[in-house]
């Protein structure tokens, strides 16, 4: 849940002053974008940006690994988690 909820706090800061700002839940058809949204100047994707701050911050230390979790869950397409 921390790492959905890192994606939502991200998103409602770039979108900050807009109609979409301050949201309480995204689809997750988003997710897979996460890979292809990059920053201003093109040197990384928000998928690369989130996981910097997850490996370099230890207020996320608790986001490591969660893809240990994924097993358990019911999703048939784990491809949708995981950036190639």
């Known amino acids: 849940m921390k790492l959905l909820e890192l994606v939502l706090f991200i998103g409602n800061y770039l979108n900050a002053g807009h109609n979409k700002g301050q949201s309480f839940g995204f689809d997750v058809d988003f997710l897979p974008k996460l890979r292809d949204s990059k920053s201003a100047d093109n040197s990384q994707t928000m998928l ?11 207020e996320y230390a608790m986001i490591k690994g969660f893809e240990e979790d994924l097993r358990y ?3 048939k397409n784990h491809d949708l988690w995981f950036c190639n």
């Open 73 to 75: 869950l019911p999703i």
């Open 48 to 58: 690369h940006f989130m996981a910097n701050m997850i490996e370099n911050n230890s």
